[in-house]
């Protein structure tokens, strides 16, 4: 592992940490920050699968999940597929054979096309769920490795190059339709509603155990949370773009975050998000009055 470095200076580095699923046993502390280390899991010069993932080849990665089973899927966007790197630290492709396109459906998913995917989600069931980015599409590849579309088509889709998906409780589905400045929400009968409007460019989303929902507005510069029955900001500025805040309330006159592009929620309800503006990686912690104070953990 090489020497800490007190800013990223790769663009994707912020998408992939940020998209960790953090554990902890229990909440810390207000202002505590748990000791983090980075390393790199995957990338190296081998366009191939079944090797190190160390070894692989990627193209500007724009996300990363993390499994329950310890294995970490990652969005090769630029070779328009989607990885999947074991606990034991091999890689294999799950989706995409590597060329630009939208076929594939009904069959298997690794040797389906992709176009620029982005944003991943799992479901209870063992579902992947992938923002199909230039296709104006989310796909689904089953446990057994078929492929299909759920949202949009070749002709008349209702997305607008969405980035974000999330899987939450119920079969509910949450899509970041980013160009269309939304956030749509697919119930497990095919319904398709709008579920928060007046974003601009939103770039993610995340939802928790009890069906919260939590959007990197990132147009706005700010962070949302989203119940049934309101929308507020828990961190940033909306409108306005800087860096402050940390060790205060989310929404202080001084906390200000710049484009947050992914955001993921662990199961304490700490929300770490890529503050891509400003080059960290950044926490919002609940208190008990549901308030969010900042901190930074990377960067």
Known sequence: MGMWEPRFRMRNSLRLLAAFVWAAPAALP???????????????????????????????????????????????????????????GIISTVAGNGLRGSGGDG??????????????????????YIADTGNNRIRRVSPAGEITTIVGSAA?????????????????????????????????DGRLSLRV????????????????????????????RATATEVRVIAGTAGTAGFGGDGAIGTVDRARLSSPTDLTVNRVGEVYFADFGNGRIRRASPNQAGEYFLSTVAG
């Not at 992709?114 to 479901?123: C, I, K, Q, V, W």
């Not at 409780?169 to 497990?188: C, E, H, K, M, S």
């Not at 939802?207 to 706005?220: C, K, N, P, Q, R």
């Open 156 to 188: 008349n889709s209702p997305l607008n190059g969405p980035k974000g998906v999330a899987a939450g409780p119920g079969g509910v589905i949450f899509i970041a339709d980013t160009g269309n400045n939304r956030v749509l929400q697919l119930d497990p």
């Open 107 to 128: 069959g298997p998913a690794a040797e389906a096309q992709l176009n620029s995917p982005t944003g991943m989600a799992l479901d209870g069931a063992g579902n992947l």
């Open 197 to 224: 409007g007046g974003l601009r460019s939103p770039g993610a989303v995340a939802v928790d155990a009890a069906g919260v929902l939590f959007i990197a507005d990132t147009g706005h510069h700010v962070l949302l």
């Open 30 to 88: 207000q202002g505590v920050i748990p000791s983090y280390r980075i390393e790199t899991f995957a990338g190296g010069h081998v366009l191939a699968d079944g090797g190190p993932a160390t070894a692989a080849r990627l193209m500007a990665c724009e996300r990363v999940l993390a499994a329950p089973d310890g294995s970490l899927y990652i969005a090769d966007t630029g070779h328009h597929r989607v990885r999947r790197v074991s606990p034991a």
